[in-house]
């Protein structure tokens, strides 16, 4: 699905040099669900950037069912984000100005074979809540709606970074259940970046990352419902 091969990642500001990713090679099934780990400055959000083709590595190859996106132009890989990719963060990055039904349509004019706006809702547990604006929801629906704009496009990976760093425990159980219905109903292979310890036991692989390199990237063979997790 996903495959990196001497990946590096040089940023030069001035005279300072900054490698934050340091050859990385690495291999991601389709369907699966990647645990990203890592302390502050180990890479994880410069390899999310880069399998997510929003920046090119400076080194090395980046490829998606067999596309080579760090050989793509910037046209060329916007395109692939439309049609392949879908992102969460951790501000939720909604409209307030738009209703959540005009949210979710914003996404859903990206895609050639889009999601009806009501199974999108349905995936997420937000429906009957079209005509309500994020103001008046809370945090973990507007986080929901999030997901649902990004996955109203049908996406084959969906890149998660720190989608639950400002919610609570509660709220963080329900957002990962949403993101990890979609990983089973769907399909769809999601790739989520945390500093969370906890959430290893939820994946089907863990990375770890440490100071550019990948320090251990395993198969867990056993992953643990989420309800059973403690933050």
């Known amino acids: 699905m996903i495959d990196l091969t001497g990946v590096v990642k040089r940023y030069k500001q001035g005279d300072v040099t900054t490698d934050a990713l340091r050859g990385v090679?690495?291999?991601?099934?389709?369907?699966?669900?990647?645990?990203?780990?890592?302390?502050?400055?180990?890479?994880?959000s410069t390899l999310l950037n880069l399998m997510g083709a929003l920046d090119l590595p400076t080194e090395g190859s980046v490829s998606v069912n067999e596309a080579i996106i760090s050989e793509m132009g910037s046209k060329a890989r916007s395109q692939f984000r439309r049609k392949h990719v879908g992102f969460v963060f951790q501000d939720y990055n909604v409209l307030n100005t738009l209703s959540v039904k005009e949210n979710i349509e914003l996404g859903q004019y990206l895609s050639t074979r889009p999601m009806s706006i009501d199974e999108a809702l349905r995936a997420v547990g937000l429906s009957g809540y079209e005509a309500r604006y994020p103001y008046e929801l809370s945090g973990g629906e507007r986080?929901?709606?999030?997901?649902?704009?990004?996955?109203?496009?049908?996406?084959?990976?969906l890149f998660c970074d720190e989608p639950?760093?400002?919610?609570?425990?509660?709220?963080?159980?329900?957002?990962?259940?949403?993101i990890h219905s979609l990983n089973e109903t769907y399909g769809t292979t999601v790739i989520l970046i945390t500093h969370n310890e906890a959430l290893r036991h939820?994946?089907?692989h863990v990375m770890r990352l440490k100071s550019g390199h990948i320090d251990s990237f395993t198969k867990n063979h056993e992953p643990i419902a989420i309800k059973d997790i403690t933050f």
């Open 164 to 178: 639950t760093g400002s919610l609570d425990e509660t709220l963080a159980k329900d957002v990962l259940g949403v």
């Open 25 to 44: 090679d690495a291999h991601i099934p389709k369907q699966s669900f990647l645990i990203v780990l890592g302390p502050s400055g180990s890479g994880k």
């Open 202 to 204: 939820i994946g089907s």
């Open 143 to 157: 986080q929901r709606l999030s997901i649902a704009r990004a996955i109203v496009k049908r996406p084959d990976i």
